[in-house]
């Protein structure tokens, strides 16, 4: 399905997270519910009090200065690491923690680093960007259709 500037403005978003940029910065970040590779940026700026908002696809950069100017990335089938095809394969249609002790072994090998490319809560959250499963408090299952 292609995506259409016209369905872009009828999407809704939901807040994902809050950023900390310590003293220079907070803000939000905003995912689309029904194009889930899509987010939203909001930082405030404390010490001129600007604020600046940017898109993101796939949560990765480049950031674009409208959700408009997103589309063509949003447009493209996004693109795993093997790391990320790896630990795809370890997602059911059913919740099921994959970052605790109880992981599966042939997850275990993989690197341990938070944000290090190739770890296994990286590839989960690249995953999770490229809207192909769920999170919820550290439980995963790949993602459902909306009705």
Known sequence: MTVTPDMLRTATMRQDAHLNGGSVFFGYTYRCIQYPRLEKIVKYYKRDRSMK???????ADPEYASAE?????????????????????????????LDRKDMPEELKSLKTGMFEPGSLSY?????????????????????QEEP
Do not use: C
């Not at 908002?53 to 949560?59: E, F, L, M, P």
């Not at 693109?79 to 790896?86: G, M, S, Y």
């Open 53 to 59: 908002v940017t898109w993101r696809v796939d949560g």
């Open 69 to 97: 100017e997103a589309l063509p990335a949003l447009n493209t089938p996004p693109v795993l690491t093997e790391a990320e095809q790896h630990v795809l394969g370890f997602v059911t249609k059913e919740w099921r923690y």
């Open 123 to 143: 590839s989960l959250y690249m995953l999770r960007a490229k809207g192909l499963i769920e999170a919820q408090q550290a439980m995963y299952r790949l993602r």
